[in-house]
């Protein structure tokens, strides 16, 4: 069993091991992140049950970093609740990781909004394997083979997501 | 009446605690600004006086990555985070040469400089400068190979 400080500094040298890596200009890790398989996880979901991301494999995934401190989070969120809704039939599947500090925030925040898909909290070793989460909104997309193919960060029209789930939609 | 008495201290006391009205960073004038580059530029030039850096924003993001030597305070825009920036400078001479920064979201969006930079205006610290960040930190600073390390 590893000291909580131990631990601490293993992750935060894991974290800055793969900032560094994506301090270039160019081809930043999270980028690289495109065309390969998305780092799974398992996390307990806000809701209590399991949320492995494995668990959605041959669906479309859309990948959610957000958090109650997030103004332009909180503008896409019913958006993806609809798409949710929507999109479900045809194997399409949101899936929100808060980046908040502290739970209880982003909880209340899912039951507010009465999210219609799962949603857990993050931590800074998921967020590290993701390439970073250093500016929300952030939001990948995932294909049926578990293969990332699409990366919006920032304030993003919601209609070139929503095309970009699309396509995917309609690939084989 | 003493009763009465008490009670108005304590709602003013409590009103001189509370969290400032959101600010935008807008808010902010131009001239206090400082852009990546020249805070990089300043961090590495030697002989010139190193500012007191200070996240105001997220833990999640601050352990993820920070510039070298920043402290993390916490969210301005939340009343813990105004108390902790309110008591880290409280010492300092109102001369101290003091940047902030966030870089949680875009910057039109951000919660969180705006609060902090008008809180320590109000303290009448002089020497204020707030980080550009456009996007976020990410774009901003750690992708463009500025100095990154991380840790609480």
């Known amino acids: 069993m590893l000291g909580s400080t131990l631990r601490r500094t293993l992750i935060a040298g894991f974290v800055a ?5 994506s301090a270039a200009p160019a081809g930043s890790a ?5 065309d390969k398989k998305a780092p799974q996880f398992t996390l307990t979901g806000f809701n209590g049950q399991t949320l492995r991301l494995s668990g959605f494999r041959g669906k479309v995934i859309l990948l959610n970093f957000w958090a109650t401190w997030c103004a332009p989070c909180q503008a896409e969120m019913p958006v993806f609740a609809a798409w949710q809704h929507q999109f479900a039939p045809r194997g399409f599947q949101v899936i929100g990781i808060s980046m908040d500090d502290d739970a209880a925030p982003a909880r209340r925040l899912v039951e507010r909004l009465k999210l219609n898909y799962p949603s857990a909290l993050g931590d800074a070793r998921l967020a590290a394997r993701y390439g970073g989460v250093l500016g929300l909104p952030l939001t990948f997309l995932i294909d049926r083979d578990g293969v990332v193919r699409a990366r919006f ?13 699309n396509a995917l939609l309609t690939e084989p | 009446m003493a009763l009465f008495c ?4 304590r709602v003013q ?4 605690r509370a969290v400032p009205p959101p600010a935008s960073a807008f808010t902010i004038p131009t001239a206090q600004l400082i852009q990546p580059a020249e805070l990089n530029r ?3 030039t030697h002989g010139v006086e190193k500012p007191l850096i200070l996240q ?8 993820q990555a920070h510039i070298p030597g920043a ?3 916490g969210p301005a825009s939340q009343a813990d985070g105004v108390e902790q920036l309110r008591a880290r400078v409280a010492s300092l001479p109102r001369t101290a040469f003091i940047v902030v920064y966030c870089g949680c979201c875009p910057w039109n969006r951000c919660p969180n400089v705006g609060p902090a930079y008008s809180l320590l205006h109000d303290m009448r610290f002089t020497r204020v400068k707030v980080l550009y960040l456009a996007e976020n930190f990410g774009d901003d600073w750690a992708n463009k190979g500025f100095p990154v390390e991380g840790g609480q």
């Open chain 2, 71 to 73: 402290e993390y305070v």
């Open chain 2, 13 to 16: 006391a409590a009103a001189q």
């Open chain 1, 153 to 165: 960060q920032g304030e993003t029209d919601v209609k070139k997501i929503k095309s970009r789930v």
């Open chain 2, 6 to 9: 008490l009670a108005q201290q």
């Open chain 2, 56 to 63: 105001v924003g997220s833990r999640m993001m601050f352990t």
């Open chain 2, 42 to 44: 300043l961090l590495h």
């Open chain 1, 17 to 21: 091991a793969s900032l560094a890596a």
């Open chain 1, 30 to 34: 999270a980028e690289n992140l495109l």
